[in-house]
């Protein structure tokens, strides 16, 4: 069995060959849809399964190789692997492998062309997995109106690309996906926290528009496909370091989380190194973000790791942190709210000037009640018929972002990484994400420089968001 939420220092190494099976090939072999012969070194099998989220309370979803989250899948950065994809349902799949730089068609998303898991079908293919770092991977669906297809099912799962020097200054290292359950379409519109420019812009918008459309809520809130003290807790011993991978695994909820009695020192975003390993009480994470962060036991008791949030850590969202020999009710200690500023990870360094700046000012088109909103891209619903924007290897863009909605973004660039140049106005360097979240009314500035040719998907990575409209396609040539 492979553990998929914690692995001593020990195990992370003899951990390795579980699920890469095979011999591991090296050199330079070609990527892509390969023949059936031999085993392959990754096996994600996509089919029914039912989860036990709580006490009498079970999920029936899709899921990979039958859990979830489906098992942790360790690549070495750099070496490629065969990779087995087996559909069990009734619908064609995608599997998208979030944060690598691969090629498009082994990426997993249909506007790139990417190859299909056929429903009740098999599919292989070579890849060389880049860069190192907390990935992860999860279905490319479009849902549309349907809440069990996509991001809403069982589909996902850590994917550490391991770095060819490995730092390891932790004990253990622990990985904690997030998830809602039981999704049902509501009116009532996230609370989300404004500052007096925000809800100045807002109450200007609102005027003459149509009511805002259906948003998504949830009943149930689950780390690791477990509610809140239904699962094992994460058993730790005074003194130790921990190091944890936090995934945000939701289809639509961007999420907070906090350790009660306990501070989080960030050392990556969405898996790669920060300039500034600085130290914060309440982590951010879009859907789709994920934060490893080094926690310091130095308290001893039963704690809980969960959100902020009351109501959704009593529906479930939290994991229970037991010191060694200590027992009792875990605790929550409401923490301080300071805003989330990826500016705190950044340092000072000059980027270089961009080859071409690129705007992207983000719209709104309100659904009305009953209805579906719609998003824009400089005043565009994305449209497959559409010519990709082309976008030359090896250059410098500056991706502008102006959320011109009251939303929140966590918009993700498929097989490409970018970093932080500004943020609400704030000039920054050195922090490299695969998804930026962009407050209602803000902006941010991005840099990337496409390495590998072909078609290359933007999108918001909140699924109603991106089914209704918000994509826009590059082609790197
Ligand atoms: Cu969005």
């Not at 064609?92 to 506007?111: N, T, Y």
């Not at 790139?112 to 098999?122: D, I, M, Q, T, Y």
């Not at 099912?153 to 550490?160: A, D, R």
């Not at 200007?204 to 496909?225: C, H, L, M, S, V």
Request: proline share 6%; aromatic share 8%.
């Amino acid at each position: 069995m492979i553990d998929t939420r914690s692995q001593t220092r020990r195990s992370f190494v003899t951990g390795l060959g579980l699920l890469m099976g095979g011999c591991h090939r090296t050199g330079t072999e070609s990527e892509g849809a390969v023949p059936d012969t031999g085993k392959a070194d990754v096996t994600l099998r996509i089919g029914p399964v039912l989860v036990d989220i709580a006490k009498d309370h079970t999920i029936s979803t899709v899921g990979y190789n039958g859990s979830v989250p489906g098992p942790l899948i360790r690549m070495r950065e750099g070496v490629p692997v065969t990779v087995d994809l087996f559909n069990d349902t009734d619908a064609p799949e995608l599997v998208h492998w979030h944060g690598q730089l691969i090629p498009a068609e082994m990426d997993g998303a249909a506007e790139e062309k990417s190859l299909v898991v056929p429903a009740n079908g098999h599919l292989r293919y070579r890849l060389t997995p880049q860069p190192a770092g907390t990935r992860w991977v999860h279905s490319h669906v479009m849902a549309m109106s349907d809440l069990h297809r996509g991001t809403y099912t069982g589909q996902f799962g850590f994917v550490y690309v391991e770095p060819k020097s490995q730092p390891g200054a932790y004990d253990q290292e622990i990985f904690l996906a997030t998830h809602e359950w039981e999704p049902f379409y509501t009116s009532a519109e996230e609370g989300e926290e404004m500052d007096s420019e925000q809800r100045a812009r807002m109450a200007a918008q609102k005027k003459d528009e149509k009511p805002n459309g259906w948003e998504i809520g949830y009943q149930r809130f689950t780390i690791n496909g477990k509610c809140l003290g239904f699962g094992e807790p994460v058993r730790v011993k005074e003194g130790q370091r921990i190091l944890f991978h936090l995934l945000n695994a939701s289809a639509t909820e961007n999420i907070q989380l906090a350790l009660a009695g306990h501070t989080f020192q960030v050392v990556a975003l969405d898996g790669n190194p920060v300039p500034r390993p600085a130290f914060v009480e309440v982590l951010d994470l879009g859907t789709a973000e994920r934060i490893d962060a080094v926690v310091e036991m130095k308290n001893p008791g039963v704690w809980i790791l969960g959100t902020p949030k009351d109501d959704d850590r009593r529906d479930g969202m939290g994991i229970v942190i037991e010191y060694a020999n200590k027992s009792g009710q875990p605790r929550w200690i409401k923490p301080a709210r300071k805003p989330w500023d990826y500016t705190l990870f950044g340092d000072h360094r000059a980027a270089p000037a961009p080859d071409e700046v690129i705007p992207l000012a983000i719209g709104k088109i309100n659904g009305g009640t009953g209805g579906f909103n719609q998003w824009t891209i400089n005043g565009k619903i994305y449209d497959e018929k559409a010519e990709p924007r082309i976008v030359r290897k090896g250059k410098r863009y500056r991706l502008a972002f102006d959320n011109q909605t009251d939303d929140t973004h966590p918009v993700h660039l498929h097989r490409n990484s970018f970093e932080l140049t500004n943020v609400h106005g704030k000039s920054t360097g050195g922090v490299v994400k695969d998804v930026v979240t962009l407050k209602g009314f803000k902006k941010i500035e991005a840099d990337f420089t496409p390495g590998v040719e072909g078609l290359m998907l933007f999108h918001c990575h909140q699924q109603l968001h991106m089914d209704y409209g918000f994509k826009l396609l590059f082609n790197v040539t």
